[in-house]
């Protein structure tokens, strides 16, 4: 990231609801959201048009460790947004940030991914990548009780910029293209590994 240029929240209303209005929308990915303000023009869309499916990447931590959001964003985002999503989709320091206490192995994925779900989120991919080891492991929990546990081999590869953006969309694609969640989430994590492979 070398800038961010920020859409004035009435200007970014007026965005969603030109393509809401006009197109319609199977599914919704959402990605940083830097304001809150801008979280509030996302949930009050999301409660006018309720798109059936909606994948949350809460984008707040940069693969360099910088915080890319404010606190009181990250609180707008769990209030308005948790409750009207279908998942969400947080990287390990994402999550760390939102639980508040760090997540050191692979065995500590199911206990943080439920605090996110006692958060509000209806169902929670937390996603491993950022652990050690030649096995990347993710872990998906919904309120429902479905519990996967996602393994993969780690690809050995510099273009990793942008694979858990990648992954969300492709999940919010697979939804919209009719798969339940843990269908698409497999889905997704093969398309991302075939990306990175490529």
């Known amino acids: 990231v070398q800038g961010i240029h920020a859409v004035p929240p009435a200007f970014l209303a007026q965005q969603i609801d030109a393509v809401c209005s006009d197109l319609g929308v199977d599914a919704v990915k959402i990605g940083m959201l830097h304001l809150?303000?801008?979280?509030?023009?996302?949930?009050?869309?999301l409660a006018r048009y309720q798109p059936r499916w909606v994948v949350l990447d809460p984008v707040m931590v940069?693969?360099?460790g910088d915080r890319l959001i404010e606190e009181a964003t990250v609180e707008a985002i769990v209030k308005r947004l948790f409750p009207q999503v279908t998942v969400i989709t947080p990287n390990l320091d994402e999550a760390a940030w939102l639980v508040g206490h760090p997540i050191a192995n692979a065995d500590d994925l199911p206990a943080a991914a439920s605090e996110l779900l006692d958060m509000g989120a209806p169902a929670v991919l937390l996603k491993g990548g950022h652990l050690p080891g030649d096995e990347v492991v993710d872990c998906l929990l919904t309120q429902q009780g479905?519990?996967?546990?996602?393994?993969?081999?780690?690809?050995?590869?510099?273009n990793m910029h942008g694979t858990g953006c990648s992954l969300s969309s492709a999940l919010a694609c697979a939804l919209a293209l009719g798969h339940d969640l843990v269908a698409a989430t497999h889905l997704a994590k093969a398309y991302v590994a075939q990306a990175l492979a490529a």
Request: hydrophobic share 40%.
């Open 36 to 45: 809150p303000e801008v979280v509030e023009v996302v949930a009050q869309a």
């Open 146 to 158: 479905t519990h996967e546990t996602l393994r993969a081999p780690r690809v050995n590869t510099r």
């Open 62 to 64: 940069a693969t360099s």
